[in-house]
């Protein structure tokens, strides 16, 4: 059977076009990159198969650097000089026709035989666009025919023109040159293609593309000297608004269910360990994976929202200058800024960062900052320790300007580590900000949707199963040994744990109550309001709970303790869940582990610093 | 002149890249090429980002393309 192959730059409709052809039904998707492999159909004739149909990923050159992209570079330049399918229909956008002229007339130079689908013709009409067909056909040495793989016009003319080619064509060789990756890659190769593309588009074009003046319109508000970073300020601070503020009843929401959850199968369980199990392990554990997807959906509506409407690159443009003074991209701003709600969705929004260094760098440092869940720890220690006074005449509260010092603090730290890391880190490629920034357009709802559902499904199958295994272990640590009457926490094999650590953390000053309530905080930050209220018995819920447990602290610790604490908490320790989602985005064990090493340091450094500096005072 | 010289709105020329003994291209120009940066293209900076008038923003081929100062030291332009 004779086979055609589909190429093209990626995002012109190759896949729609190949569905088409084919009668498929391939997944279709508005943006570069859908078709990651080879895929292959047939066009048939009376329920025949005739021609085989393959379909590549996307390539803008032959000089590809890109996983998916050297999959039809190595298809399309064999070793035996001999192409692999016997004709190639090239796919061009004929609204972006002088940057998919680029491969057509690689292609055509070294002799492929082509027939050329000029999509999105519709469209193209639409602005205006026309060009001279037979014209445009004489100087690729093929025919062309006007497509629209959306409304299916024009496709039947295409098979009858493909079938006509392969009917009458011979066996073909191509001219590849001695050293194909050096030649595409030389300077004088490269511009003369673009020089022929020039003289090829001067003289076959009638009526060229509208311009886009509305997009021109719109920076001239959005990227203005003061209103442009007025608007992104404002942006961000809708951002940051979204995770706190919005997010938080859908959480109350998710956390309410589970603990309803919980409270009807206690009612049910008799037996009080698999009661314990099933209510503190398995839904609490389920439940604490499950809370976060709130915060991760919301930040990703608004990042692909802004993305399909053609802002995010112009607010990295807005950022860059800043953000690279401090060592960091542009991009790198909404990952830090959506991490102080909580470092999950933000280090999942790395992704948008295209350099791998400067990725590794944002996620590394993004455990820094202040997420939401080290607010209880704050609230407590601070009402512990400072007087609910206010200062002077400004009304400024005293513990506010501790907690706010906290956030800088944090912020500051990640900082100055992503410098540290930005001159240690070894580089694969140079930092780069260049890129186009596409014109506006009018998000659609259902890219939306699809980008959103991909987004969970990716958390709660890669990262989810980790974070319940690790939440199952810390169950059984504070509830094993068992006693006659039930678990206490102080008999537990993590109140052991607690005393085994206890002399390397004497120099902070934290005893084994302060360490036993600490391990089962890598499961959540906040967790260790609960633990240290159950190692002081403390009970948990009554009138006046957390004030209580302020004052039994500030009466049973010295200061220089809880400021340790307090400081132990700025840097560390990290929870389970940031530790799997940076091992599943990073992919590998490494990078998480050297930021548990390095964050656990900084901790230990710093609260035994700042204790010293409250005891010699 | 290199690009970052060049004043606002001005047409302008590609002319080279900086280093032009080297033959091949690294994956900087290469990248710049294809975004439309070919060696005779016609190109103006549109704006400058606010604060330290840097990335630039820069039209070419009908398209927007920003970059840094240093990425736009790379390219040597004339004034038509």
Known sequence: ??????????????TALFNRLTGSFQKVANFPGVTVEKKSGWISEHGNKIIEVIDLPGIYSLDATTLDEKVTKDFLMQKEKEPLADLFVLVLDATNLDKSLFLALQLKNLGYPLVIALNLSDE???RKFKIDLPK???????????TSASTGEGIPDLVLRVKERLSTQQKIKIQLPENP???????????GIFRDIDLLLKDVVLSPLAPDSFSERIDRYLLSPVMGPIILFAVLLLMFQTLFAWAQPLMDGIEAIFQFLGENA?????????RSFIVDGLINGVGGVIVFLPQILLLFLFIQFLEDLGYLGRAAFLMDSLMRRMGLPGKSMIPLLSSHACAIPGILSTRMIDNRKERLITMLVIPLTTCSARLPVYALLIGAMIPNSSLGFLGLKLQGIVLFGLYFLGFASALIVSLILKKTLPSASPSMLLMELPPYRIPKIRNLATS??????????KAGGTILVLSLVIWVLVTFPQQENGSSIEHSYAATLGRAMEPVFRPLGFDWRITTALVPTILAREVMVSSLSLVLSVKDGSKGFETDLSKILSHQ?????????????????????TFAVMKRESGSYKWPVIMVIYTLGMAYFFAWISRILIISF | MTLNEAALNQRLKVLSFSDEEQIELNDLESRLI????????????????????????????????????????LIKVEAL
């Open chain 1, 557 to 577: 610790f010295q200061l220089g303790t809880l400021i340790a604490l307090l400081i132990w908490f700025v840097f560390a320790p990290q929870c389970v869940s």
């Open chain 1, 266 to 274: 206690a009612y049910y369980i008799d037996h009080h360990l698999l």
């Open chain 1, 1 to 14: 059977m004779q086979k055609i192959a589909i190429v093209g730059m990626p995002n012109v409709g190759k």
């Open chain 1, 181 to 191: 990756q050096k030649t595409f890659r030389t300077a004088a190769y490269v511009n």
């Open chain 1, 136 to 146: 445009f056909a004489g100087f690729l040495g093929a025919e062309v025919i006007a």
């Open chain 2, 34 to 73: 294809h975004l439309g940066f070919h060696f005779g293209s016609m190109i103006r900076i549109v704006r400058r980002a606010p604060l330290f008038q840097e990335p630039l923003l820069v039209e070419v081929r009908g398209r927007l393309v920003a970059m840094t100062l240093s990425e736009s030291q």
């Open chain 1, 452 to 461: 959103l559902l991909n987004k969970a499904k990716i958390f709660l199958k």
């Open chain 1, 124 to 126: 193209a009409k639409k």
